[in-house]
């Protein structure tokens, strides 16, 4: 099973990014499997900023990140995406994609069964 995140990148504040997630492995169930996206930033712990359930009909966001991300995913084409907008400099670290079989969204790390090698977001001020 293979997460692949990517679409990081260096923007200024106020700019947009778009992630990408794509799942690849015949054992990984990502239609019916939940996907979230976290994030640690240098000398931080690894934290929640959003999940979708198996369908996309439920999502859960981080206080943090409301009403300026969101998360989207397309089941035939096994991919999670994120969508950033207005980007502020706390929004710099490492963003991890990750899944979830047991399909509904859930904001705790260990809730995830896989987890993506991560994609850089740096935003400058």
């Known amino acids: 099973v293979q997460l692949q995140a990517s679409g990081g990148g260096l923007v200024q504040a106020g700019g947009s990014l778009r992630l990408s997630c794509a799942a690849s492995?015949?054992?990984?169930?990502?239609?019916?499997?939940?996907m979230g996206w976290f994030r640690q930033a240098p000398g931080k712990e690894r934290e929640f900023v959003v999940a979708?359930?198996?369908?996309?009909?439920?999502?859960v966001y981080a206080d943090s990140v409301k009403g300026r991300f969101a998360i989207s995913r397309d089941n035939v084409e096994n991919t999670v995406y994120l969508q950033m907008n207005s980007l502020k400099p706390d929004d710099t670290a490492v963003y991890y994609c990750?899944?979830?079989?047991?399909?509904?969204?859930?904001?705790?790390?260990?809730?995830?069964?896989?987890w993506g090698q991560g994609t850089l977001v740096t935003v400058s001020s």
């Open positions: 492995g015949r054992t990984f169930p990502f239609s019916s499997s939940a």
């Open positions: 990750a899944g979830n079989i047991g399909g509904v969204v859930k904001t705790t790390p260990t809730y995830y069964n896989y």
């Open positions: 979708i359930a198996w369908s996309g009909g439920s999502t």
